[in-house]
């Protein structure tokens, strides 16, 4: 085998045109060469990151698989993970990937998706994941905005089969040429281009040369809370650039040393990719794979394995602080970073002192990693807040008129830095109206800070309902309301939940007599291919929806009407 392309250090970083500059980037020479310079962008691709932690701790367990309903669990070394990923390189390699080319993922949780994320950027491909729980019309949006010519896909999960999924979408999706499916299949290639995951093993060796870090290497997508999900694209720079600057903020300390992390959320999700994949590895940690959330069973996990670190919706957190686990005086938890909705003043502080462990809420969206986060280090008064910039952040907020908000003052929250994603997949257009000439990306959010400058979160401008730490695309969802035979006008809030922060209400106007139930309206948002954890949950039949002068429908009259009811 040829290893030394894979425990050498990386080169520098070529010389010549930056391969971010492109129509839909944000990137310019110039700032290229201003982050390269100052040491804010790094010259390593994403998988130096495993050469370099199997090459420290060989021996190390890197990942530990526990399914759910499955006794015990599968543990692998750094050592074998880096294998496992270089031999994935091969076989995509012989399945004609190369440079610049998308392969998909839609996996559950385990080691081989992480495996599989560094395969690919092994080939200077560009990895894009897929939560395994979509629905068709999710999916096929994803596949199509790729181009991806490799899908890998599990064979089951639960009683879905995403294998099936993509196989019934691929008329649609000639770019489609492999099918690559985790699971029980028929040894060897079929027909269709479909093939098991064990067969990529089998591959000839092949000497790859080292992927270039400046160039495009993950598309994440957005949930589409503003109409069709778009292509968050990153490169090896901008996300070393993020783990970097949250870790330097928190102190590597008091993520456990070594980390063990719980790995609950979806690796098809920025959340899982980043914060589990990636910082585990960057820490030389242990990453723990749950394939699905099921409270009691990570409670189970937490105390075999020792986790010391999770990151997650607040409603994984509200969920075991209900079990016996809150009760744990030996409880291993020390850290639990919360992100990806509304974190209630009240649970950090709660959940601290039951878990005797240190909870540090955190902002961030799928465009930037984390920005604003407390932590340990800060003085109390920032603890009731969202916390400060990360290190290597600007933060603005911004009035009406544009001008920076005084202390106090709740504005348009805008954010720069070298964390920032380049821009939007294929739409130049969406990334020059949410970045300015000047670098700042407008998030959506409103915000104001304290005198002291620490930052308080207020609510979105954007209209999106926040369900456990899942973004529900309210405009998806009123699109294919609007085309339910019983139904003339439709408007999906978000209602307040204790435990999940948000529920998706519909308020329908329906059509003459019609008297459509929540049952039936979900039934047909299933058939036209609308993943199960965007469903309505609750449905309020109205005459009419309040409307502006404009024809707007008012939606703060509307959350206001059932948020008690």
């Known amino acids: 085998m040829v290893t030394d392309q894979r425990t050498s250090t990386p080169s520098p970083t070529p010389a010549g045109a930056h391969p971010g500059i492109r129509p839909d980037s944000r990137l310019t020479a110039e700032l290229a060469g201003e982050y390269e310079r100052s040491g804010a962008w790094a010259a390593d691709p994403l998988r130096a990151l495993l050469t370099a932690a199997a090459a420290e701790h060989p021996d190390r367990v890197a990942a530990v698989d526990r399914t759910s309903g499955q006794p015990g669990a599968r543990r692998t070394t750094y050592a074998e993970l880096d294998e496992r990923a270089h031999r994935y390189a091969c076989g995509l390699h012989a399945l004609g990937v190369r440079p610049g080319d998308f392969v998909a993922v839609m996996l559950p949780n385990s080691t081989d ?237 709660v959940a601290g002192e039951l878990f005797g462990s240190y909870v540090c809420p955190a902002w961030g969206m799928t465009e930037l990693g984390i920005g604003i986060s407390c932590s340990p280090a800060l003085p109390p008064a920032a603890q009731a807040t969202d916390g400060v910039p990360v290190p290597g952040t600007d933060v603005s907020v911004v009035d009406t008129d544009g001008a920076e908000a005084e202390p106090g003052v709740i504005g348009a929250l805008r954010i720069r830095g070298p964390g920032l994603f380049l821009g939007y997949l294929d739409l130049p257009d969406a990334t020059a109206r949410e970045i300015d000439a000047d670098g700042w990306f407008t998030t959506g959010d409103t915000a104001r800070r304290t005198e002291e400058g620490y930052v308080l979160l207020e609510g979105r401008t954007k209209d999106i309902v926040i369900r456990g730490g899942e973004n529900i695309p309210v405009t998806v969802v009123e699109s294919l309301l609007f085309q339910h035979p019983q139904i003339v ?77």
Not at 208 to 224: I, K, M, N
Not at 263 to 268: H, Q
């Open 113 to 349: 998706f992480a495996a599989l994320i560094f395969a690919i950027n092994e080939l200077g491909a560009i990895y894009s994941g897929i939560p395994v729980a979509y629905g068709e019309r999710e999916v096929e949006v994803i596949l199509r905005r790729t181009g991806a010519a490799v899908v890998v896909v599990a064979e089951r999960f639960g009683s879905n089969s995403p294998r099936a999924l993509v196989q019934g979408l691929r008329g649609g999706l000639p770019a489609v040429q492999h099918v690559v499916v985790a699971g029980d299949v028929p040894d060897g290639p079929t027909g269709d281009g479909m093939r098991p995951l064990s067969s990529l093993l089998d591959a000839r060796e092949v000497e790859l040369p080292a992927p270039d870090a400046r160039a495009l290497c993950h598309v994440g997508f957005t949930s589409g809370t503003t109409g069709e999900p778009k292509g968050v694209m990153n490169t090896s720079q901008t996300l070393f650039a993020v783990l970097r600057n949250w870790v330097a903020h928190m102190g590597r300390e008091t993520l456990g040393e070594p980390l063990v992390n719980l790995i609950a959320s979806p690796v098809g999700h920025h959340t899982g990719f980043l914060w589990g994949v990636l910082l585990t590895t960057y820490l030389r940690g242990t990453g723990v794979y749950l394939d699905r959330w099921v409270p009691e069973q990570a409670v189970v996990v937490v105390r075999e394995e020792g986790i010391t670190t999770m990151f997650s919706a607040p409603t994984f957190l509200q969920d075991l602080v209900l079990t016996e686990l809150a009760h744990d005086e030996q409880c291993s938890l020390r850290t639990l970073v919360l992100a990806g909705a509304p974190v209630p003043r009240t649970l950090p502080t």
């Open 489 to 565: 006008e439709a408007s999906v809030i978000g209602i307040p939940d204790v435990r999940l922060g948000e529920r998706a209400c519909a308020v329908v106007v329906p059509q003459g007599d019609a008297e459509p139930t929540l049952a039936e309206v979900c039934e047909f948002l299933l058939a036209q291919g609308l993943s199960k954890h965007f469903l309505p949950e609750r449905l309020e039949l109205v005459d009419g929806l309040p409307k502006t002068p404009s024809g707007k429908i008012r939606k703060v009259e509307l959350r206001t009407r059932y948020a008690g009811s």
